[in-house]
C-alpha cells in the first residue's frame, strides 16, 4: 500500500518581509543609486585624483598668476596690490613690440613652413607603396628626441664654423651664413629647428585623415581625367579641410608660447632678434626678479590664446553636433 508523499515545505520567508511575498535572490540592501555608486567607487576615485592634480598644478597657478598681476609680489614676503601698474610697465618696456613681434613673426613663419610640409609628406608617404612603416618611424624619430637635446644638435648644427650646416655649404662651393647668429637669419633657423622637431606627429595625424577618403573619389576623379594636382585640391583637401583648419589652430597656439629653441640656441638675441613673449616672461620672473611683470605679461599671452582656444573649442563642438 502506498503512502501519500508529503507536500514541499514552503521556502522559508525571508527575515523582514510580509508573509506571503515572494524571496527574493540576491538582493542586496540599499537602493540602485547605492549599488551604483559601489561600483563606480573606482572610477570616481581617479576622476577625483585627476580633478586634485589638475587643480593644485593648472588651475592654482594660473589664478595665482592672475591676481600677482596687479601685485608688486616679492617671493617669501607677500604682495602689495599696485593695481594695473604692473600691465603699464611693461607695456611701455621696449623688448615688449620686440617680443611680440618676435612671436608673431615666428608663428607666421611656422604657418607657411612648418604648416605645409607635414602635408605634403604626408601626401607622398600616403602614394607609398613599399617601406611604408620605415619611412613612417623616421619621420616620427624627431618627436621622440627630448625638445632640449633636439636644441642642442642643431645649436652645433648652426654652428658658423664647425657646424654641419656651412660645412655642407662649403662642399658645395656656396656662400656661408651665420644662421642662429644672425640677426636676419636667427628666426628663420629657430622655425626649422621647431618644424623638423614636431613634424613626425603632425605627419601621422594628416596620414590617419588620407587614409580616411573613400577610393572612390579618386577613382572618380582619374576617370574625368583629373592630374595628381587637381586630385589633391578637389578631393583631398576638401576632404581634410577639418584637420586641416583644427591642426592649423593647434599650431597657432603652440607657437606663440616658444620658448625651448630661443632659450637654448640663441639665448634672446643676436640682438633681441628672437626673444618671444614667452622667453621675456622667463626674463622678468627669474633675471628680473619683478613676478608681477611676468604675470602681466602672462596674463596677455593668456587673453590672445583663449581666443584661439575659444575657437578651436567652437569647431570641434559643432563638428561632433553634426556628426
Known sequence: MKTASKPAAPPPAVLGAPEGEPRRAGRRPGGPWRRRLAEQSRAYAFLIGGLLCFALFSWYPAIRAVVIAFQKYTPGSGGEWVGAANFTRVFHDPEFSAAWRNTLTFTLLALLIGFAVPFLMALVLNELRHAKAFFRVVVYLPVMI???????????????????????????????????????????????????ANLGGTVLIYLAALQSIPGELYEAAELDGANIWQRVRHVTIPQTRF?????????????????????????????????????????YAFLYNDFGGACALSVMLLLLLSVFSAVYLRLTRSTGEDA
Open 146 to 196: 627630448p625638445p632640449v637635446v633636439s636644441a642642442l644638435l642643431w645649436k652645433w648644427f648652426y654652428d658658423p664654423g664647425a657646424g654641419l650646416a656651412n660645412a655642407a655649404l662649403r662642399f658645395a662651393h656656396l656662400p656661408t651664413s651665420n644662421w642662429s647668429n644672425g640677426a636676419d637669419t636667427a628666426l628663420v633657423s629657430l622655425v626649422i629647428v621647431a618644424t623638423w
Open 243 to 283: 584637420v586641416i583648419l583644427m591642426l592649423m589652430l593647434l599650431q597657432i597656439i603652440a607657437t606663440m608660447q616658444v620658448f625651448t629653441e630661443p632659450f637654448v640656441i640663441t639665448g634672446g638675441g643676436p640682438e633681441n632678434a628672437t626673444v618671444t613673449v614667452l622667453y621675456l616672461i622667463y626674463k
